[in-house]
């Protein structure tokens, strides 16, 4: 079964510094991969998605994952990370019906120190 | 041009009554998912349906839980006798097309509270 795993519940970084964070999944197809954002109280934003081609993919905000196959993951980064980024962010992998259902890691909260 | 609405944004129910929760998808979209974010959890799939069929309810608990999308007026889910598990943010998200591949856009959530 399609699994998403996002090994850090937590992470603060202080604004400037780089983030990354961390996505796993289990598909034994290619995946169609997914990064969202969510403020509080609020709905999900997407960040950016990853289907074929360039395993480097370029999002909103500043935001860029990368695909790596052998290593089953789907890494988000941003190399200066602003005060307003603090959310919670979820990573996620289309489930292999071709119903476009998502299936979600559990999510990292971001908190950014000033 | 629209986005995905949900309403009510925050719903109390007590124990035993009934909760129905609405989404109007964009416009042009004849595609609504449902998924639960429970406390400290990630999105749960419920049910994906498309303009008067359920295509997929894999996710929906057997007992309590329906959801409808008429061919007019918004997608419907609705909870009977509501307990306190279902406490929860309930998303809906909608797609112009079947698949992810268009992407699905969220609503800002109905939060469910059970007394």
């Known amino acids: 079964a399609q699994s998403v795993t996002q090994p850090d519940i937590h992470i603060t970084v202080s604004e400037g510094a780089s983030l990354e964070l961390r996505c796993n999944y289990s598909?034994?197809?290619?995946?169609?991969l997914f990064w969202y954002v969510q403020s509080p109280g609020q709905g999900l934003q997407l960040l950016l998605k990853?289907?074929?081609?360039?395993?480097l993919v370029q999002g909103i905000k500043g935001f860029e994952a990368e695909f790596k196959r052998s290593q089953s993951s789907f890494n988000l980064r941003k190399p200066s990370v602003h005060w307003s980024d603090a959310a919670e962010y979820f990573c996620?992998?289309?489930?292999?019906?071709?119903?476009?259902?998502?299936?979600f890691g559990q999510g990292t909260t971001l908190q950014v120190k000033p | 041009n629209a986005g995905v609405m949900q309403n009510p944004r925050h719903l109390v129910r007590r124990r035993g009554q009934e909760a129905r929760l609405r989404c109007s998808p964009m416009?042009?979209?004849?595609?609504v998912y449902w998924y639960r974010q429970l406390p400290e959890e990630g999105l749960k799939f419920m049910v994906y349906?498309?303009?008067?069929?359920?295509?997929?309810e894999s996710g929906m608990p057997k007992e309590r839980f329906s959801a409808e999308f008429p061919k007019e007026g918004p997608s419907i889910l609705r909870i009977q006798q509501v307990v306190r598990g279902d406490s929860a943010a309930y998303f809906c998200?909608?797609?112009?097309?079947?698949?992810?591949?268009?992407?699905?856009?969220f609503g800002p959530g109905t939060r469910l509270t059970v007394l």
């Open positions: 990853y289907f074929s081609g360039d395993t």
């Open positions: 996620a992998v289309e489930g292999s019906s071709n119903t476009g259902k998502l299936i």
């Open positions: 416009k042009g979209h004849s595609h």
């Open positions: 349906l498309q303009k008067e069929n359920i295509i997929d």
């Open positions: 998200a909608s797609s112009p097309l079947q698949g992810a591949t268009d992407t699905q856009y």
């Open positions: 598909y034994g197809a290619t995946p169609y």
